[in-house]
């Protein structure tokens, strides 16, 4: 996957620097400006695991209760991921943070680390070829390093896990109250998600066997992630982008180019949702249905059909990601599945005061602040959601340090725009 993210770009390269003078080091070059030309293809080569998203306009709509009948707003171009988030590649995240905090906090060996030991140990960089042969360290069966890690474990049984407290993920990031404030803050997430998280959300039912080893065993690498909080969602996404830099796009033709990754925003989520590549498109044309192999249609979207009714789409809870068919933009699973998480702060009335370009409404809420004030925006509709939550225009929210079985993520990255033919430069 890699190999081709590299390798495509001989052409994308070209189209990245469309619009750039080539050799511009001569004062003659400097003011002759290249014509346009348009880009055939239409996308870029996508990260891995992500597809290209060309920039649009939608019409995006409040809360159905708030009286507002929505607006136009355009996006920028953007990268999504193409399925929700699954286990597999959370557990990364989990065991990147937890070799972290082995490394750093208990190992602090010398041969682990690039750089020589100062005075107080801070700021030193992780030799990660060397970790990474002996990781996930939290497993490591060698006595000598179980012992001096014994403070980062919990016992569940006869069973090593991870102690929640001690495995946090710190990172920075542009904390806003709205239009009051935005200053940069350092924070601290713990990073594991709660695993017993399906016996919580439905007391009285059997689900244990799904809290033992929905998060934990191989079987389920492919389904996605849930019982993971706003925050650590957020939190994922940060690892996620500097992950990316670090080990993809310096081998790429993004390489140099300043890129933001983050949750999606409410106004992405709904034009990749929708993927609306002809202006025709209607969400109603969506393909919730499937032939079967008697000829009967049969549903293609995970959700709830009626009361005590949830298999008739193929499963009782969540799904493996890329179950059913893609959507136009190349997206599985944006209704139904697992509900998912978006970057906004939830109100009733955002659509009416936030911008009709790339819109977004941060809150960053203190630890102390009314939940009122911590709600996020949730969208797609899950496996244990009625067919009304799957439209892709629905709003509900959670609070952002609550998690649950039935919601998880994905993530974006910004891209740049392609020329198109018409931009292309022609004769007056």
Same mark, same amino acid.
């Given at each position: 996957?890699?190999?081709?993210?590299?390798?495509?770009?001989? =052409?994308?390269?070209?189209?990245? #620097?469309?619009?750039?003078?080539a050799?511009c080091?001569?004062?003659?070059?400097?003011?002759?400006?290249?014509?346009v030309?348009?880009?055939?293809?239409g996308? $870029?080569?996508?990260?891995?695991?992500?597809?290209?998203?060309?920039?649009?306009?939608?019409?995006?709509?409040? &809360?159905? *209760?708030?009286?507002?009948?929505? !607006?136009?707003?355009?996006?920028?171009?953007?990268?999504i991921?193409?399925?929700?988030v699954?286990?597999?590649?959370?557990?990364?995240?989990?065991?990147?943070?937890? *070799?972290?905090?082995?490394?750093?906090?208990?190992?602090?060996?010398?041969?682990?680390? $690039?750089?020589? @030991?100062?005075?107080?140990?801070?700021?030193?960089?992780?030799?990660?070829?060397?970790?990474?042969?002996i990781?996930?360290?939290?497993?490591?069966?060698?006595?000598?390093?179980?012992?001096?890690?014994?403070?980062?474990?919990d016992?569940?049984?006869?069973?090593?896990? $991870?102690?929640?407290?001690?495995?946090?993920?710190?990172?920075?990031?542009?904390?806003?109250?709205?239009?009051?404030? !935005?200053?940069?803050?350092?924070?601290?997430?713990?990073?594991?998600?709660? +695993?017993?998280?399906?016996? !919580?959300?439905?007391?009285?039912?059997?689900?244990?066997?799904?809290?033992?080893?929905?998060?934990?065993?191989?079987?389920?690498?492919?389904?996605? =992630?849930?019982? =993971?909080?706003?925050?650590?969602?957020?939190?994922?996404?940060?690892?996620?982008?500097?992950?990316?830099?670090?080990?993809?796009?310096?081998?790429?033709?993004?390489?140099?180019?300043?890129l933001?990754? &983050?949750?999606?925003?409410?106004?992405?989520?709904q034009?990749?949702?929708?993927g609306?590549?002809?202006?025709r498109?209607?969400?109603?044309?969506?393909?919730?249905?499937?032939?079967?192999?008697?000829?009967?249609?049969?549903?293609?979207?995970?959700?709830?059909?009626?009361?005590?009714?949830?298999?008739?789409?193929?499963?009782?809870?969540?799904?493996?990601?890329?179950?059913?068919?893609?959507?136009?933009?190349? #997206?599985?699973?944006?209704?139904?599945?697992?509900?998912?998480?978006?970057?906004?702060?939830?109100?009733p009335?955002?659509? @009416?005061?936030?911008?009709?370009?790339?819109?977004v409404l $941060?809150?960053?809420?203190?630890?102390?602040?009314?939940d @009122?004030?911590?709600?996020?925006?949730?969208?797609?509709?899950?496996?244990? *959601?009625?067919?009304?939550?799957?439209?892709?225009?629905?709003?509900?929210?959670?609070v952002?340090y609550?998690?649950? &079985?039935?919601i998880?993520?994905?993530?974006?990255?910004?891209?740049? +725009?392609?020329?198109?033919?018409?931009? !292309?430069?022609?004769?007056?």
């Amino acid at each position: 996957m890699k190999g081709i993210f590299r390798n495509r770009l001989g =052409v994308a390269a070209c189209v990245a #620097l469309l619009v750039s003078v080539a050799g511009c080091n001569t004062s003659s070059n400097m003011y002759n400006a290249p014509k346009v030309s348009a880009f055939k293809d239409g996308k $870029l080569p996508a990260p891995p695991g992500m597809v290209y998203v060309p920039s649009g306009t939608i019409l995006f709509k409040g &809360s159905l *209760d708030s009286g507002n009948v929505g !607006k136009n707003i355009s996006l920028s171009a953007f990268f999504i991921d193409e399925t929700e988030v699954t286990n597999k590649q959370y557990r990364a995240f989990v065991n990147w943070v937890a *070799d972290s905090v082995a490394v750093t906090d208990y190992l602090n060996d010398d041969q682990y680390f $690039l750089d020589v @030991a100062s005075e107080n140990g801070e700021g030193r960089r992780i030799d990660w070829k060397k970790v990474k042969k002996i990781s996930p360290i939290w497993r490591s069966s060698d006595p000598s390093i179980a012992e001096r890690i014994a403070p980062m474990l919990d016992m569940k049984g006869t069973s090593r896990s $991870l102690n929640g407290d001690a495995v946090k993920y710190r990172y920075a990031y542009l904390k806003s109250k709205g239009n009051r404030k !935005k200053e940069f803050v350092t924070d601290t997430v713990s990073v594991i998600p709660a +695993e017993d998280i399906w016996s !919580k959300d439905f007391p009285n039912a059997q689900l244990t066997s799904l809290d033992a080893n929905y998060f934990t065993h191989q079987s389920f690498d492919y389904y996605p =992630v849930i019982g =993971v909080s706003w925050l650590q969602a957020r939190a994922y996404a940060d690892w996620r982008g500097k992950e990316m830099m670090a080990n993809v796009m310096k081998n790429s033709y993004l390489s140099g180019y300043q890129l933001t990754f &983050s949750l999606p925003t409410e106004a992405q989520w709904q034009y990749a949702a929708e993927g609306k590549l002809d202006p025709r498109d209607t969400v109603a044309s969506t393909r919730y249905t499937v032939e079967g192999e008697e000829g009967k249609e049969k549903l293609a979207v995970n959700y709830k059909q009626g009361e005590g009714t949830y298999s008739r789409d193929g499963a009782t809870f969540t799904l493996p990601v890329k179950s059913y068919t893609p959507n136009k933009f190349g #997206l599985y699973n944006m209704a139904g599945n697992v509900s998912e998480w978006t970057l906004d702060a939830y109100s009733p009335s955002a659509v @009416a005061f936030v911008n009709d370009l790339n819109p977004v409404l $941060l809150y960053d809420a203190d630890h102390d602040d009314a939940d @009122a004030l911590k709600r996020k925006v949730v969208r797609g509709g899950s496996w244990k *959601d009625n067919g009304e939550q799957l439209n892709s225009e629905t709003r509900n929210y959670s609070v952002d340090y609550e998690p649950h &079985s039935y919601i998880g993520f994905r993530c974006v990255m910004s891209a740049f +725009e392609l020329p198109t033919t018409q931009s !292309k430069t022609r004769k007056y």
